[in-house]
């Protein structure tokens, strides 16, 4: 079966969570009971806003892609950097995502599944890619290659990305943030688990969120100075 046929057969059990403030926690406890009563695990896709108080303050899309949802948290802490440095900051699926025109910089992430990113990460880009091209853009990815930052690693990732290259030549993002992901077997197909037992990947969650949030402010003087090049 195609990688991306298997995938969508998941899609019906995804939930998608919206954080706002203290009704999070609400929230989340009531999709994590539901899903243990269920006895399913649960697949939280996070999406948030913030930063939205000032008016002039720089709009920024982070759009990612994600089977198992540990790419939204590192979406969410590279959000909480950017809006406590002045923006205004909207986290949403790239599926969620259809007009990027309201937004001065936009960041898009993906897991990676078999040597590339999501389907759907490299079809926003495709579809969005006039736009990209005016604004300040950065890429990032999650995958458990980079548990291991060295060299070697960093290439290999950064050769997950040729397709995406391919797919958008004309765009040149300011920079790539290569990120540690996390694995939890409880989250995969049947088939997918089988894969990745037979690989002996180890479940964790190697999530370094300091590192993606230090990355992101580090990001911020391109992403949030600059108001479009075109
Ligand atoms: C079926 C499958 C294939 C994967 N393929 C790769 C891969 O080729 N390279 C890699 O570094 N990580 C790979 N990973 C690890 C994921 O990229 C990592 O678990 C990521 O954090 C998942 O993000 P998500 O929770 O947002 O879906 C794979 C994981 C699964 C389940």
Redesign the pocket.
Known sequence: MHDDTKEQVGMSRRRFLVVSGGAALALLLRHGLAAASEGQAVQEFLETTCGQGQPAAPRVLIA???????????AMAMAGELCGLGAAVDVRLVENVKDISPYQAVMVG???????W?SEATAFVKTHQATLSRLPLAYFV?????REDTPENRA??LA?LEPLRKAAPGLNPLAVGLF?????FG??SFM??T??EARG?AEGD??DLPAVKAWAAGQAPGLLARQGRG
């Open positions: 990612y892609a994600s089977r198992c949802g540990s790419t939204g948290g590192l993906s897991a990676i599944r078999r040597g590339r999501l999650a995958c458990l290659t980079m290999k990732v997950y540690a992901g996390a694995l939890d989250k995969l997918d688990k894969v990745m990947a190697y999530r």
